[in-house]
């Protein structure tokens, strides 16, 4: 299970990555919007490796926001992009609610099991 769920946030954050450096033609859009997008991205991804890097959540989330922030400053170099503060805010933000609702989960499945043993 551990490493299907590792599988799973690496692609997600290989996904990322290329939706924010690639061309803008390739990238996806929807109806949220940019700031809706990125949102549902990074918690995606904050998610995923707060469930797939439990024991060091807190250091892979502290990592997560340091990535991020190289991300936002590689817009630079990438033809088409361009990289903006509120976009890094909007990215780490939602990336740590990500961790938080990861550690939200495992809190209420250590509860359930618990109550489940007595």
């Known amino acids: 299970m551990s490493i299907l769920v590792r599988s799973i946030a690496w692609l997600l954050a290989a996904a990322v990555t290329f939706a924010t450096l690639g061309p ?12 809706g997008e990125h949102a549902l991205a990074f918690i995606l991804v904050g998610l995923a490796f707060g469930l797939a890097y439990r ?43 990500g961790f938080a609702l990861a550690a939200a989960a495992d809190w209420v499945m250590t509860r359930l099991r618990t109550n489940a043993a007595l």
């Open 55 to 97: 024991r060091h959540r807190l250091s892979i989330a502290a990592a997560s926001v340091v990535l991020i922030g190289a991300l936002e400053l590689m817009q630079f170099w990438a033809p088409g992009r361009h990289a903006r503060l509120e976009d890094f805010l909007v990215d780490a933000l939602t990336a740590c609610v």
């Open 24 to 35: 803008p033609g390739l990238r996806p859009h929807s109806d949220l919007g940019q700031d």
